[in-house]
């Protein structure tokens, strides 16, 4: 006989009476009332002491906000906010602009944050303020656009952080999960929360899923060369005949190498060796104690030497060259170094992957730039020289606080699920080291200074460059969404090469933009024959064409030379001058 209690459906937690929900609103509207009387008092007193002592104006004021755009702010913010809790109440309010962006917001997609009135009030609430918030420092008068660009980047990531649903009280979701899995999952996200403050980063995939040289970086090689600052990778041809010219990668040392050979369906670099390409990549040490005198000219050196030891292993007159973000930058810093020393020829052609030259406009990296953070940088490098990964890997998420933090923070601390397996994801975390006095160097004379396009403004090896004079071949990839190196500002660096150039705008951002293999069918991209002097020109009459730009690269760069050559003898790694050291993905990309 079944026993009739294990039947039973089990008891639902009490619902909240009306009253109980209007006393909870009255206390909140309460609350806000409070919150925006002293935020008014608080900037009344401030406008006070601006006109009585001006010399107190922040950095980068030129003038005081009017008191009364602060004062109608206000009143506009209060209008909303009560518009909020006469819905909550039951009353009629006439429906806000919030509500259309708020269907939007993924953080709020759960049914249950308009269900319930309570949490349906908490969304409203913060959606308003944080409107509100972002929208005054658009309305601020008197700041200089770098300020208010700094300002804007910290009051949005303000917003982000404030989110209710980043708080497990105020998250229905987090709150249902616990009651259905009687707090397993508030104990799953605390492991995975403790885990991530004992390594000192935040996980993003499963810490088990993947291994370089198992699963990640498997196209076949051999590393061919090393130095105290890098191994040079040489791939195994997959076609009877290759293309004369080779070609040599220069991935970002910010990164390891295998974001362009994530798996055989993923990889840049197998897709090169089958379309016919003796392949070259450059795999960068990761920095340590012996690294510390490390500066911007030896990472240029180091990639004028790795196109030097492949043209001699292979007897070759010139290579191809492709140079990922700030390896790109040093990249156009060796090109105009070996046009100063009337080498040129060296290079047959340069291949720009997101890469900036000009950093008049580069994005929010820039608020990364200010003294206090190169005073960070400089007291977390001078113990050991070096800057740690984790660091650099922090500033990176937060320029996409919303889906690389806090998404996180939802997902595996507050609901404590598991983690998912994506080699993208393990590469992201896969963080190396900078040396401290290299990476100083960089933000200060190439994000702050803008050094790069000013001519003999950098020297290298003593030679000082001009970006003007290079008259290499080029070819130069954007993400339209890329937040790291903006569209933008990749497109200046068709003002200061006086070659021929090809620019080509790629659907997505600064990954998924480059890594977009033709078979998976995603994304566009648009190109522009015609000569122009802005990226809005060249967007209006740009030219889309649906999926991967790789194959319209590999048409360029045989445009360059057609001439093809057997496959054997140097071109097989190991078999020429360069003999195999040991078998590829190399050791230093497996180095902590």
């Given at each position: 006989?079944?026993?009739?209690?294990?039947?039973?459906?089990?008891?639902?937690?009490?619902?909240?009476?009306?009253?109980?929900?209007?006393?909870?609103?009255?206390?909140?509207?309460?609350?806000?009332?409070?919150?925006?009387?002293?935020?008014?008092?608080?900037?009344?007193?401030?406008?006070?002491?601006?006109?009585?002592?001006?010399?107190?104006?922040?950095?980068?004021?030129?003038?005081?906000?009017?008191?009364?755009?602060?004062?109608?702010?206000?009143?506009?913010?209060?209008?909303?906010?009560?518009?909020?809790?006469?819905?909550?109440?039951?009353?009629?309010?006439?429906?806000?602009?919030?509500?259309?962006?708020?269907?939007?917001?993924?953080?709020?997609?759960?049914?249950?944050?308009?269900?319930?009135?309570?949490?349906?009030?908490?969304?409203?609430?913060?959606?308003?303020?944080?409107?509100?918030?972002?929208?005054?420092?658009?309305?601020?008068?008197?700041?200089?656009?770098?300020?208010?660009?700094?300002?804007?980047?910290?009051?949005?990531?303000?917003?982000?952080?404030?989110?209710?649903?980043?708080?497990?009280?105020?998250?229905?979701?987090?709150?249902?999960?616990?009651?259905?899995?009687?707090?397993?999952?508030?104990?799953?996200g605390l492991e995975n929360m403790l885990r991530d403050l004992s390594k000192g980063q935040l996980t993003h995939?499963?810490?088990?899923?993947?291994?370089?040289?198992?699963?990640?970086?498997?196209?076949?090689?051999?590393?061919?060369?090393?130095?105290?600052?890098?191994?040079?990778?040489?791939?195994?041809?997959?076609?009877?005949?290759?293309?004369?010219?080779?070609?040599?990668?220069?991935?970002?040392?910010?990164?390891?190498?295998?974001?362009?050979?994530?798996?055989?369906?993923?990889?840049?670099?197998?897709?090169?060796?089958?379309?016919?390409?003796?392949?070259?990549?450059?795999?960068?040490?990761?920095?340590?104690?012996s690294m510390a005198d490390l500066k911007m000219d030896d990472y240029v050196l180091a990639e004028i030497e790795?196109?030097?030891?492949?043209?001699?292993?292979?007897?070759?007159?010139?290579?191809?060259?492709?140079?990922?973000?700030?390896?790109?930058?040093?990249?156009?810093?060796?090109?105009?170094?070996?046009?100063?020393?009337?080498?040129?020829?060296?290079?047959?052609?340069?291949?720009?992957?997101?890469?900036?030259?000009?950093?008049?406009?580069?994005?929010?990296?820039?608020?990364?730039?200010?003294?206090?953070?190169?005073?960070?940088?400089?007291?977390?490098?001078?113990?050991?020289?070096?800057?740690?990964?984790?660091?650099?890997?922090?500033?990176?998420?937060?320029?996409?606080?919303?889906?690389?933090?806090?998404?996180?923070?939802?997902?595996?601390?507050?609901?404590?699920?598991?983690?998912?397996?994506?080699?993208?994801?393990?590469?992201?975390?896969?963080?190396?080291?900078?040396?401290?006095?290299?990476?100083?160097?960089?933000?200060?004379?190439?994000?702050?200074?803008?050094?790069?396009?000013?001519?003999?403004?950098?020297?290298?090896?003593?030679?000082?460059?001009?970006?003007?004079?290079?008259?290499?071949?080029?070819?130069?990839?954007?993400?339209?969404?890329?937040?790291?190196?903006?569209?933008?500002?990749?497109?200046?660096?068709?003002?200061?090469?006086?070659?021929?150039?090809?620019?080509?705008?790629?659907?997505?951002?600064?990954?998924?933009?480059?890594?977009?293999?033709?078979?998976?069918?995603?994304?566009?991209?648009?190109?522009?024959?015609?000569?122009?002097?802005?990226?809005?020109?060249?967007?209006?009459?740009?030219?889309?064409?649906?999926?991967?730009?790789?194959?319209?690269?590999?048409?360029?760069?045989?445009?360059?030379g057609p001439k093809k050559v057997p496959a054997k003898g140097a071109r097989v790694p190991g078999k020429g001058?360069?003999?195999?050291?040991?078998?590829?993905?190399?050791?230093?990309?497996?180095?902590?």
């Amino acid at each position: 006989m079944t026993d009739e209690k294990s039947s039973e459906t089990p008891a639902s937690p009490p619902i909240p009476t009306l009253e109980d929900m209007r006393q909870w609103t009255s206390v909140m509207a309460r609350a806000q009332q409070m919150m925006l009387e002293h935020m008014a008092g608080q900037m009344q007193g401030a406008a006070a002491k601006a006109v009585a002592a001006p010399a107190l104006q922040w950095p980068g004021m030129t003038a005081f906000p009017d008191p009364a755009e602060i004062a109608r702010t206000q009143v506009e913010l209060w209008t909303e906010g009560m518009s909020v809790w006469q819905r909550t109440l039951g009353g009629y309010a006439p429906p806000t602009a919030l509500q259309g962006q708020a269907d939007t917001d993924k953080r709020f997609a759960a049914p249950e944050w308009r269900q319930h009135p309570l949490f349906d009030m908490l969304r409203q609430t913060y959606l308003l303020v944080s409107e509100r918030l972002l929208g005054s420092v658009d309305a601020l008068d008197g700041l200089d656009d770098k300020t208010k660009e700094k300002l804007r980047f910290t009051t949005k990531a303000f917003v982000d952080a404030m989110s209710p649903s980043n708080l497990a009280v105020t998250n229905p979701e987090v709150l249902e999960r616990a009651l259905e899995t009687k707090g397993e999952s508030l104990l799953k996200g605390l492991e995975n929360m403790l885990r991530d403050l004992s390594k000192g980063q935040l996980t993003h995939t499963d810490p088990e899923a993947f291994e370089v040289g198992r699963n990640v970086a498997t196209t076949p090689g051999k590393v061919v060369k090393q130095t105290p600052l890098y191994q040079l990778i040489q791939y195994s041809p997959t076609t009877d005949q290759v293309f004369e010219t080779p070609l040599v990668i220069f991935p970002p040392w910010i990164n390891r190498f295998y974001i362009l050979d994530l798996n055989p369906k993923k990889s840049f670099i197998k897709w090169a060796v089958d379309q016919g390409l003796t392949v070259f990549v450059v795999s960068w040490k990761s920095a340590d104690e012996s690294m510390a005198d490390l500066k911007m000219d030896d990472y240029v050196l180091a990639e004028i030497e790795a196109i030097d030891a492949v043209r001699d292993a292979l007897k070759v007159k010139s290579v191809h060259t492709v140079g990922y973000c700030v390896a790109g930058t040093k990249l156009a810093a060796a090109l105009a170094l070996l046009e100063a020393r009337g080498e040129a020829d060296k290079v047959a052609s340069a291949t720009f992957f997101t890469a900036q030259v000009d950093f008049s406009e580069a994005g929010d990296l820039l608020q990364f730039t200010g003294d206090e953070q190169l005073e960070l940088v400089r007291q977390l490098s001078a113990e050991k020289g070096y800057l740690d990964g984790r660091y650099m890997a922090a500033a990176f998420n937060l320029l996409r606080g919303q889906d690389l933090v806090w998404n996180y923070v939802v997902n595996h601390y507050l609901m404590g699920q598991d983690y998912p397996q994506f080699d993208l994801l393990h590469w992201n975390g896969d963080t190396t080291n900078l040396p401290g006095k290299w990476h100083l160097e960089y933000l200060t004379q190439f994000y702050r200074e803008n050094r790069l396009v000013q001519p003999g403004a950098v020297e290298i090896d003593g030679t000082p460059i001009v970006l003007n004079k290079v008259r290499t071949p080029t070819y130069v990839q954007a993400g339209r969404d890329d937040h790291i190196a903006p569209a933008k500002s990749v497109w200046k660096i068709t003002h200061h090469f006086q070659g021929p150039l090809r620019f080509v705008l790629a659907g997505s951002g600064h990954i998924a933009g480059v890594v977009n293999p033709p078979d998976a069918q995603k994304y566009q991209y648009w190109t522009n024959d015609e000569k122009v002097e802005t990226l809005d020109g060249f967007i209006a009459g740009a030219k889309e064409t649906k999926g991967s730009w790789w194959p319209d690269w590999i048409r360029w760069i045989e445009a360059q030379g057609p001439k093809k050559v057997p496959a054997k003898g140097a071109r097989v790694p190991g078999k020429g001058k360069l003999k195999a050291l040991e078998d590829a993905p190399g050791s230093y990309v497996k180095a902590r």
